[in-house]
């Protein structure tokens, strides 16, 4: 079964740094562009970042350009977002998605992010 | 940026009803258009692709229509686990923008 596992959320305060990771398993991952997609308490979902198959293409969402990076590892099947310089308006949960057929096909269950003092 | 808007934004539903929602993009996105159903404290899952393609295992009483800026998402007959919020999301061009959601709740 594909899978994606999130972890490394947690509370971070404001202007600090948190590093998430999601591992996939039983898919070609090199294959596959992948996205991180957040979502505020209560709120919607909205696009952070995508990155292609062998890294070398990332693209990101406005509000968080020049401080979260987009990477892969395609040899530990894994996909990273480093955010720097975080916010209270970063305060969400976290998901990773596969890309698909022009689409989001496999998300994983998200780690929820907090930034707080 | 290409924007999403949806509408209704929430709406009351019986078990058995026909449901429709409308999703419009600010600008032509071709059938680049994709629906997820999101359950409370759950991931979203992917129901319909580039407009109308049923994803695997999905059921086949979801259907999605259109092209160009105007895009519906149908359940032919609301079953007891359909309620949800569900999103529409472009991904002709970066930021894959979403729509706003559309809650579905019973009646």
């Known amino acids: 079964e594909v899978q994606l596992v999130e972890s490394g959320g947690g509370l971070v305060q404001p202007g600090g740094s948190l590093r998430l990771s999601c591992a996939t398993s039983?898919?070609?991952?090199?294959?596959?562009?992948m996205s991180w997609v957040r979502q505020a308490p209560g709120k919607g979902l909205v696009w952070v970042a995508e990155?292609?198959?062998?890294?070398?293409?990332?693209h990101y969402v406005d509000s968080v350009k020049g401080r979260f990076t987009i990477s892969r590892d395609n040899a530990k099947n894994s996909l990273y977002l480093q955010m720097n310089n975080v916010r209270g308006e970063d305060t969400a949960s976290y998901y990773c998605?596969?890309?698909?057929?022009?689409?989001?096909?496999?998300w994983g269950q998200g780690t929820l992010v907090t930034v707080s003092s | 940026d290409i924007q999403m808007t949806q509408s209704p934004s929430s709406l009351s539903a019986s078990v058995g009803d026909r449901v429709t929602i409308t999703c419009r993009a600010s600008?032509?996105?071709?059938?680049?258009l994709n629906w997820y159903q999101q359950k409370s404290g759950k991931a979203p899952k992917l129901l319909i692709y580039?407009?109308?393609n049923l994803q695997s295992g999905v059921p086949s009483r979801f259907s999605g229509s259109g092209s160009g800026t105007d895009f519906t998402l149908t359940i032919s007959s609301l079953q007891p686990e359909d309620f949800a919020t569900y999103y529409c999301?472009?991904?002709?061009?970066?930021?894959?923008?979403f729509g706003p959601g559309t809650k579905v709740d019973l009646k």
């Open positions: 039983e898919f070609t991952f090199d294959k596959h562009w």
């Open positions: 600008q032509s996105i071709a059938n680049y």
């Open positions: 580039s407009t109308s």
């Open positions: 998605a596969r890309h698909g057929d022009w689409s989001f096909d496999v």
């Open positions: 990155i292609s198959g062998d890294g070398s293409v990332t």
């Open positions: 999301q472009q991904t002709h061009r970066t930021p894959r923008t």
